[in-house]
């Protein structure tokens, strides 16, 4: 499948979507769109229109009706769907976050300690997530990798948030030979 090119705001409204479905599992009302990413019902209609038509979303008759995210929707914004995905805990400024997970990390500079960053890639949404807050991300589950920092940056659009590490860690065991 070739992939589909969309504009900023429809990525921010389609990654909106999945994270609202993926807390509920049911449909997602227009309005709670519209709340999360901090814009008019009216304009959250009339994106969806053109997202039906990418056949990104389908609509969900009745009163308890909305929108569903397509498998087309996780490919086009590169989430990939997993019945259970292992639990990587998410601290923000010393309360765990109940309903996020952390899919990816990518560590960059870790050559250059005062330029290491971790982006890090959550499922759930990053809109409570401000630069300068405390995060801590792990244990992972095979290497039991801790990673701490402070926010540098994010991308709410991709649920992406730039750690400047302040500290890393991974038990260290003896061989078994």
Request: hydrophobic share 35%.
């Amino acid at each position: 499948m070739s992939s589909i090119e969309l504009t900023p705001s429809q990525k921010t409204i389609l990654t909106a979507l999945v994270n609202l479905h993926r807390e509920t599992e049911d449909a997602v009302k227009g309005e709670d769109i519209a709340q999360e990413v901090d814009r008019n019902p009216g304009t959250i209609r009339n994106q969806m229109q053109s997202l039906k038509a990418l056949q990104l979303v389908e609509g969900v008759p009745g009163p308890k009706g909305g929108y569903k995210p397509t498998a087309t929707a996780f490919e086009a914004l590169d989430i990939h769907q997993l019945d259970s995905a292992a639990q990587v805990p998410l601290t923000h400024n010393g309360e765990p976050v109940e309903d996020g997970n952390v899919e990816e990390i990518d560590l960059t500079s870790v050559h250059h300690p005062e330029l290491c960053r971790a982006e890090i890639h959550l499922r759930g949404s990053a809109r409570n997530i401000h630069e300068g807050d405390d995060i801590t991300v792990g244990p992972t589950p095979l290497s039991k990798l801790v990673v701490e920092g402070v926010v540098d940056g994010k991308d709410d659009t991709r649920n992406i948030v730039i750690l400047k590490i302040t500290g890393m860690q991974a038990p260290t065991e003896d061989p078994e030979h």
